[in-house]
């Protein structure tokens, strides 16, 4: 009977590693279809732009340029659900500052064709940083804001492009430390296919850094921003929020401390 037991046990975790290992994207991301109109988010200034990826991807962002010629824009890369119509509160807050804002989209997200994925976003982010580009808006005007999964494209992207600034919020080490915990780090760090090693890159930012974090994130754990802000060799600041969950950083009044770092760290939004 025992050993009945151990093998059905043995066998249940067998199919969950297995489980995580061939739908793992499918625990990744989470996608909303809906397309939306910046309008109908309350950002009647923002349009909607398409964007080619280099692999041929043609990505739908929303766009506003800053008030000031020559202003800087925050580049900003949500999380993992939703569509970019949920970032509207932080777009808000950002143009009201003066900044520009493009709130890059992803694909396989918000009525986008193809599936998201590691090398995906990062094309995805590439591109983005490129239309701004040929705008005339440049990296040294360009403060990149990473949300939660967004974080490591944030901060790949800092490691390909001089930019002024980055914010992280809610930033992990990497995926695999957030896989679930019968799954042993080691073993989820072989399996996983999307990495996004935050922890391995941060190092090589060198852009002015500013790390948020909640101290009851129950999504992404504190100690993992911590780890990772302590990791940082770049001039950074680190804001931790009592109190302050995965989703509720803004609701504490987070934007003011974001306005504020980017306005010395841009010297203002134009």
Known sequence: MVVEMLGA???????????????QRGMIYFPSPVRGEPAEAGLPEMVSVPVRTADGVLVASWYA?????????????HGNSGSLA???????????AGFGVLLAGYRGFGGNPGRPSEKGLYADARAALGWLGVRGVKAPQVALYG?????????????????AAVVLEAPYTRLPDLAPAVVPSGLAGMLMVDRFDNLAKIGAVQAPLLIVHGDADDVVPIGLGRRLFDAAATDKEGVFIAGGGHSDLWQRGIGATVVDFLDRRLGGAG
Request: proline content about 4%; hydrophobic content about 50%; aromatic content about 8%.
């Open 65 to 77: 340029p800053s008030r000031r010629p020559g202003g800087a824009t925050v580049v900003l890369f």
């Open 147 to 163: 949300e939660s999964l967004g974080t490591g494209v944030a901060v790949q992207m800092a490691t390909e492009y001089a930019v």
């Open 86 to 96: 949920h970032r509207a509160v932080k777009a808000r807050a950002l143009l009201d």
């Open 9 to 23: 046990l043995a066998g249940g975790y067998v199919l969950l590693v297995g489980g995580m290992a061939v739908f």
